[in-house]
């Protein structure tokens, strides 16, 4: 389904905007609330419960991150009120997820609960018919009423839901207070004042940013921001609506300053080399002062050694044009359960009880910033951070934006689109050898 970029930025907005300090009701529900559907414990012959296993693939395989011991947590508390229910876990980071789909949807050996990202990139899973619908689910206790207006669209195709997000979020520069006032600099206002900071903080001898970019959506994440700035929000749209090509000025515009950024030693040596894990933990753990990502991280920098010292603020300016207050958005990353499951009933009761419990559980981690689902509670008063309370308080702010470039383009350009951005952090390229090549790609890939 080709999704309109007016609507879609609608959607986020109105799923960001939702994000509400007011309680939901009892749509919270604690890890050993039992979900009601209780598929899993029916009796078979004799009474006879049937010991069965759930492979649940997921994104959380860093064990610090709040999400990664809520998972743990609330499959716990699940097996223990099933104890004929084994939910095996398939931990791995971004990238190796999405290869290992691939392989698996190839062979149509999809696992039971796996994670796919929103619109175009969920699209050919869809369409070979690989997912199972959710709607019956999402209509159990009051589940559909837990999301945040608007989002379940983005998994949504012919009027079925086919994925649960975790996350609805927004691109954000969270830097160490502490090794900006050793440098001397101050928060840059402007994409060439966070050159010139980038410069000053080499100078002292500190790592000025972090990024994981072997996962290759983290560079595209970044450089996006670029472009949103130098174009403005829906400049993919312009393009597969003809408006606009690869080759157009804002897009070359957006390059040569994202080169720019990288070759003022803005990364790490050998960034390319290093995971998502491995690049949020260098400023996780204050060996890099700067570090952009989605609003998703800040549950895992609260809960790092650097809590108390880390700030945020929004993407600057690029040549004097764009708006601080249009973000790069991010509806998050969803669970989709396989259409052959050889447990199809115990797994939708499964991922039914892991989403009631997932707000309440997230929350009271501290890791319920940028959550698709509404949440309980007063972030304050729950002792999340005055970095976190700065996050919420942006989200607030948000005027529209733009989504990621592989939740826009078909999977083949986008794929072109990824291996480009990630070139220039090894080596620089003419950026209209660059924008040709996106060009080149699209062309062929329509």
């Not at 492979?55 to 959380?60: K, P």
């Not at 928060?187 to 000025?208: R, S």
């Amino acid at each position: 389904m080709k999704k309109n970029m007016k609507g879609i930025l609608k959607l986020v907005m109105a799923g960001t905007l939702a994000l509400s300090l007011a309680a939901c009701g009892n749509n919270g529900g604690n890890a050993g609330t039992n979900s009601g559907t209780d598929k899993a414990n029916e009796g078979n012959t004799g009474g006879k419960k049937e010991n069965i296993t759930i492979t649940f693939q997921n994104i959380y395989p860093d064990p610090t991150d709040p999400k990664n011991i809520i998972m743990k947590k609330i499959v716990k508390a699940y097996e223990d009120e099933h104890p004929n229910v084994k939910i095996e876990l398939d931990s791995l980071n971004t990238d190796q997820q999405k290869v290992k789909l691939k392989t698996q949807a190839a062979s149509r050996e999809v696992p039971d609960i796996t994670v796919v990202n929103p619109a175009a990139q969920m699209k050919p899973f869809v369409d070979a018919k690989l997912f199972a619908p959710l709607n019956d689910m999402l209509d159990q206790n009051g589940l559909k009423d837990t999301f945040q207006e608007g989002i379940l669209d983005f998994y949504s195709f012919d009027n079925n839901i086919y994925a649960l997000p975790d996350g609805n979020n927004i691109g954000l520069v969270y830097y160490n207070k502490e090794l900006f006032e050793q440098a001397g600099v101050k928060v840059p206002t402007t994409f060439e004042e966070m050159v010139d900071v980038v410069k000053a903080l080499k100078a002292k001898g500190i790592q000025p940013m972090a990024i994981g970019e072997k996962d290759s959506w983290t560079g595209s994440f970044l450089f996006m921001n670029v472009l949103l700035r130098t174009n403005g929000p829906g400049f993919l749209q312009e393009v597969l609506d003809g408006k606009k090509t690869f080759e157009d000025p804002a897009f070359k515009e957006a390059a040569d300053a994202f080169q720019n950024l990288i070759q003022a030693g803005a990364f790490q040596e050998g960034a390319t080399s290093f995971d998502y894990n491995a690049g949020e933990n260098l400023f996780k753990t204050g060996k890099a002062a700067m570090y952009y990502m989605g609003s998703w991280a800040t549950g895992g920098i609260e809960t790092s050694s650097i809590n108390g010292k880390a700030g945020v603020f929004k993407f600057p300016t690029v040549n004097g044009k764009g708006d601080p207050n249009e973000f790069m958005l991010a509806p998050g990353s969803a669970f989709a359960i396989s259409a052959d499951s050889k447990h199809l009933p115990e797994t939708k009761d499964f991922l039914n009880y892991f989403m009631i419990n997932f707000p309440k559980e997230t929350f009271s981690a501290k890791g319920a910033v940028g959550l698709a689902q509404k949440v309980e509670g007063d972030f304050k008063a729950a002792g999340y951070s005055d970095m976190a309370m700065e996050v919420l308080d942006m989200f607030k702010d948000v005027k529209g934006g733009d989504i990621a470039f592989d939740n826009t383009m078909n999977p083949a350009t986008a794929q072109a689109h990824l291996t480009s951005i990630q070139n220039l952090f090894v080596k620089k390229n003419d950026a209209a050898n660059v924008a040709k090549e996106h060009q080149t790609a699209y062309e062929s890939n329509k």
